[in-house]
């Protein structure tokens, strides 16, 4: 029986451990923009999934010339939200998030709010705003 | 019968950052002092105060109904609010926030929005709470005064 640690370290190849961490590496940096470079719909995220302000936004999914996936309100105007990353995803015409598809010009009714802390992991799509986002709570 | 329109609320104050969440809105007509409890019900608010650990609160949101809950934790913060008081469970819904926590006929804070976190450092699994700025924080926030019949702050003016 072998015991964790003991196996022979000359003969663990260095490929065979960094090729999974590279992988990882790539894919967590894969992660961190949702949207834009592929002609998917740009999407500003956040990383806050340990809490979440439970006001009710409700409008048309819309994206404005940037690429930048935008609410259409009812009462006239536009407002940006921040998804929360690993609930969010884009293609070229919809928005899934919660694993909901919404397409763009489809009725799209989320809970957020304002944050005090605008640094929570967000990542903001080149072209797209950095304030005046309305933060989408997980669900 | 002419039937009186919507009143028009324009926002005064608005604060969300280290002590608390909170706005105050001015209304084009004269506000009852009441609370909705629960759908259908409606209750005069004959005083405050901000609740202790252990203590039964309860709330209405106009989105999820009426729930009571116990407070397990006062100072809390969410993303960057804090002063937040934490309750025990969670079944709040987007719509809820800015509804009324009370116990009885006392006010005692302003719905916010959930909060997860490890019951113990050991847990692998977290508990959801609703979390709400106390109605003392609320007030001082706003620069407001809490009016009722029985004992109206000096600063309460009918009009």
């Keep these: 029986m072998q015991i964790w640690g003991r196996s022979n370290p000359a003969n663990t190849s260095r490929a065979s451990v960094w090729t999974p961490l590279l992988f990882l590496v790539l894919l967590g940096m894969a992660g961190c923009s949702t949207g834009g470079a592929d002609g998917s719909l740009k999407v500003v995220t956040h990383t806050n999934y340990s809490s979440g302000t439970m006001a009710l936004l409700s409008g048309k999914l819309a994206v404005d010339s940037a690429g930048c996936v935008m609410l259409q309100l009812p009462q006239g105007g536009n407002q940006y939200l921040a998804f929360p990353r690993k609930f969010a995803s884009t293609t070229s015409d919809s928005l899934t998030f919660a694993g909901h598809a919404y397409r763009v010009g489809e009725e799209l009714s989320v809970g957020g709010g304002g944050s005090a802390d605008r640094a929570d992991g967000l990542d903001v799509p080149s072209g797209c705003p950095s304030s005046g986002l309305i933060f989408v709570s997980a669900p | ?159």
């Design chain 2, 1 to 159: 019968m002419a039937q009186r329109g919507l009143p028009q609320l324009s926002r005064r104050v608005a604060v969300n950052d280290n002590r608390g969440d909170a706005a105050f809105y001015r209304s084009s007509q004269m506000m009852a002092g009441i609370i909705r409890t629960d759908w259908g019900h409606y209750v005069g608010i004959h005083g405050r105060y901000n609740p202790s650990i252990g203590a039964t609160v309860c709330r209405f949101g106009v989105a999820s109904g009426a729930t009571c809950q116990v407070v397990i934790d006062l100072n809390r913060c969410t993303a960057g609010t804090c002063g937040l008081v934490w309750t025990d469970r969670s079944v709040t819904i987007p719509g809820d926030s800015g509804g009324p926590w009370f116990y009885g006929t006392y006010a005692l804070g302003i719905h916010k929005g959930w909060l997860d976190e490890k019951q113990y450092w050991y847990s692998t699994s977290t508990r959801r709470g609703e979390v709400f700025t106390p109605i003392g924080t609320v007030l001082s926030l706003t620069g407001t005064v809490l009016c009722y019949d029985e004992a109206p702050d000096p600063k309460c003016v009918a009009r």
